[in-house]
């Protein structure tokens, strides 16, 4: 990314990069030039390699399970030790391999999420055997509030990091995610983990150098006329005031359409705003087409429900959550169509368009 330059981008492709296809993103990132990867899970990990193979860097935020350290580190991963009791389970696997084993280092710098206590962090550092176990690839930590540029917590944060990495001379520094990959230049130190920017999603408010990567489009299964106080949908909650021409939509809960865009959300057709009416159902949804003349909508036509009329944000906002939600929320049904360099592949064979 132009935008943290000099430091390196690496890519954050946890919950299967972020419900669009890790595989596929991966692949892209690695013809692009990105060599740091990091994924949530050993699991994650493991089907990565198959994609990435050998030569990059596959780091594992949440740490590993107990147990599993030898299985990383016989396949080469770094796991981002999380909690004294990681660092001494990796300190031991390292031991029992006779060599140093690569790992990263969080430090909780106040999201009291993930992470080493400051106090914890410069102790390990302090350990003059450490450095004989472990193989220290990175010092990182994650921001709580990012995605608010203007709060004094960031920092604060800043501060803490700096702290501590004082006591790691020589170690790649890491703090921001997406959102921190837009906050000033001191923030990006060595490593950005960039996750959902990836797929053109905005972290911050007003962002405008970012493109939508993702579109989605839902076949029209059935369109009718229903007369004034005909029901819609599961409890009826909908009842016609008038006469209504309705679209029955071949997407809905199971395909990681939000139950409570009932009656708020909306999808889209040539430019024309189709209302969601009635509760969204687990395979379908049902759209008012009033707007669009009869000779213009048919059964088997495709809505848009993301794509240039409406934005990841649009639908978030109108859901009452986060972008990210609606991304990883994405189902399996969906046929997955890439586009790369101008040319089209269907990436596997789904049931819902």
């Known amino acids: 990314m132009r935008n943290v330059a000099p430091a390196t981008c690496g890519a954050v492709i946890k919950a299967d990069g972020y419900g669009l296809g890790a595989a596929t993103i991966a692949s892209a990132l690695l013809r692009a030039g990105c060599r740091s990867f990091f994924v949530a899970r050993l699991s994650e990990a493991e089907r990565l390699r198959r994609t990435l193979g ?44 006779a060599r140093p084993l690569p790992a990263a280092l969080q430090v909780d710098t106040g999201m009291s999420r993930l992470g080493l206590s400051p106090e914890a962090a410069l102790t390990a550092a302090s350990d003059t055997e450490l450095t004989e176990e472990i193989d220290l690839r990175l010092l990182m ?26 006591y790691y001379p020589g170690v790649a520094k890491s ?47 059935q369109i009718r006329t229903i007369k004034p106080g005909t029901g819609v949908g599961y409890g009826l909650n909908h009842v016609a005031s008038r006469p209504q021409r309705l679209a029955t939509i071949a997407t809905g809960y199971a395909d990681g359409w939000p139950r409570s865009l009932g009656g708020k959300g909306a999808a889209w057709y040539r430019g024309v705003r189709l209302p969601i009416v009635g509760r969204i159902s687990m395979d379908s949804l049902t759209v008012d087409i009033g707007g669009v003349a009869e000779a213009d909508i048919s059964e088997g036509d495709f809505v848009e429900l ?31 169509l890439v586009i790369e360099n101008g040319q089209m592949r269907n990436e596997h064979n789904g049931e819902a368009a």
């Not at 923030?187 to 996750?195: E, M, N, S, Y």
């Not at 944000?313 to 399996?332: F, H, N, S």
């Open 141 to 166: 930590t994650h921001l709580a509030c990012g995605d608010e540029p203007a709060r004094e917590v960031n920092i604060d944060q800043l501060r803490r990091f700096e702290a501590v990495a004082a």
């Open 54 to 97: 050998p030569d990059c860097d596959i780091m594992i935020l949440n740490g590993l399970d107990p147990g599993s350290e030898a299985v990383c580190a016989d396949a080469g991963f770094i796991p981002v030790l999380n909690s004294s009791a990681q660092l001494t389970a990796w300190r031991a696997c390292a031991r029992s391999a």
């Open 306 to 336: 993301l794509g240039p009329s409406q934005s990841i944000a649009d639908v978030a906002r109108d859901a009452g959550t986060i972008g990210y939600e609606i991304l990883t929320g994405l189902g399996k049904r969906h046929a997955r």
């Open 175 to 221: 703090i921001a995610n997406s959102a921190g990959a837009f906050l000033p230049p001191n923030f990006h130190c060595d490593l950005v983990r960039a996750g959902i920017a990836l797929c053109g999603v905005a972290p911050v408010a007003g962002t405008k150098t970012l493109r939508p990567a993702v579109r989605l489009d839902a076949r029209i299964l």
